[in-house]
């Protein structure tokens, strides 16, 4: 069974820089594209950011491009995201998984609980 746990979020100020981590076990990690995703109160899940599985190749959606870094250790089955100059539309439950090919990058897996990031004006 794939799991997934998502941590390092938390409340920032604007401007501010947050590194989210995501542990993955129950799949050949190294061998999937994974990515980031984010969900805004009242808002539907969206894609945010993805890796192939050799960290070669990384596509970020415009409302985060410039802004926030997808990287990954495959020794360690996590996957990051550093997210920099945060503004107030980044607050959102932040969650990682498994991707398909794509665009678009459809998820693989259940869900896990996600991270909460909350950025103030």
């Known amino acids: 069974q794939v799991q997934l746990v998502e941590s390092g979020g938390g409340l920032v100020q604007a401007g501010g820089s947050l590194r989210l981590s995501c542990a993955a076990s129950g799949r050949t990690f190294s061998t999937y594209a994974m990515g980031w995703f984010r969900q805004a109160p009242g808002k539907e899940r969206v894609f945010v950011a993805v890796?192939?599985?050799?960290?070669?190749?990384?596509t970020y959606a415009d409302s985060v491009k410039g802004r926030f870094t997808i990287s990954r250790d495959n020794a360690k089955n996590t996957v990051y995201l550093q997210m920099n100059s945060l503004k107030p539309e980044d607050t959102a439950v932040y969650y990682c998984n498994a991707v398909k090919p794509g665009p678009p990058f459809n998820a693989l897996d259940a869900w896990g609980q996600g991270t909460l990031v909350t950025v103030s004006s």
């Open positions: 890796i192939n599985w050799s960290a070669g190749r990384t």
